[in-house]
């Protein structure tokens, strides 16, 4: 019997959406902070932000061994960190342009978990309670529909990414993310049934 192995970039196995992946060129940092529960399901598009984005890392959180990489990041004099999660007196996304430090690399923290899961996050790590946050005001309604009880008005990770980069305004970018995104979408009820989806209705591969 032969075994058909998940592509190691973007975990499909058999709708392969790698040609469609955009290298982009961002100023803007991402880190996505993952709970553990998100690390191996199907339905996570923060692979999209990481395979595309040259400065977005992945760190895992743990309530106990916070993750110091992380940490020293924040810490750096030349950085200004913005976490994006709701709270009583966030900077808005109509807002940042004005109130950013022009002088600083902007790094912006993305909670890669469920709401109920992100609300313990932070909760019980007091260095992201201590941290300015981002609300992000979305300039379209969430196009992700893959599980089950998902919050209105709510977005995925990728689609937070998308926002972030035309708050940034980086209009290209987002819109080469949103293609990719797009493809991801298309083909994911295929992928997770265990059927290929026909190529010819994708778009074209990203050059």
Not at 97 to 111: C, G, S, T, V
Not at 166 to 174: F, I, L, S
């Amino acid at each position: 019997m032969t075994i058909i192995q998940s592509c190691s970039t973007c975990g499909f196995t058999h709708n392969c959406i790698c040609e469609h992946q955009p290298a982009l060129d961002s100023q803007a940092e991402f880190a996505l902070l993952y709970h553990e529960n998100e690390l191996d399901k199907l339905t996570n598009t923060g692979r999209l932000l990481l395979n595309s984005l040259p400065k977005a890392k992945s760190y895992l959180w743990q309530r106990k061994v916070p993750p110091e990489d992380l940490i020293n990041h924040i810490n750096q004099e030349d950085t200004e960190t913005w976490l994006l999660f709701p709270s009583d007196s966030p900077t808005l996304s109509s807002e940042y342009i004005e109130r950013k430090d022009p002088n600083k690399k902007q790094l912006f923290i993305l909670l890669d978990a469920t709401w109920q899961e992100a609300k313990k996050m932070v909760n019980k790590s007091p260095w992201l309670k201590a941290l300015p946050c981002l609300e992000l005001i979305p300039t379209a309604a969430s196009r992700y529909h893959l599980r089950r009880n998902q919050s209105q008005g709510n977005l995925c990770t990728c689609e937070a990414g998308i926002e972030v980069l035309e708050m940034t305004k980086e209009p290209e970018n987002a819109q080469a993310l949103s293609e990719y995104y797009d493809q991801f979408l298309t083909v994911f009820q295929s992928e997770r049934s265990g059927h290929t989806y026909d190529s010819s209705a994708l778009g074209a591969p990203k050059k």
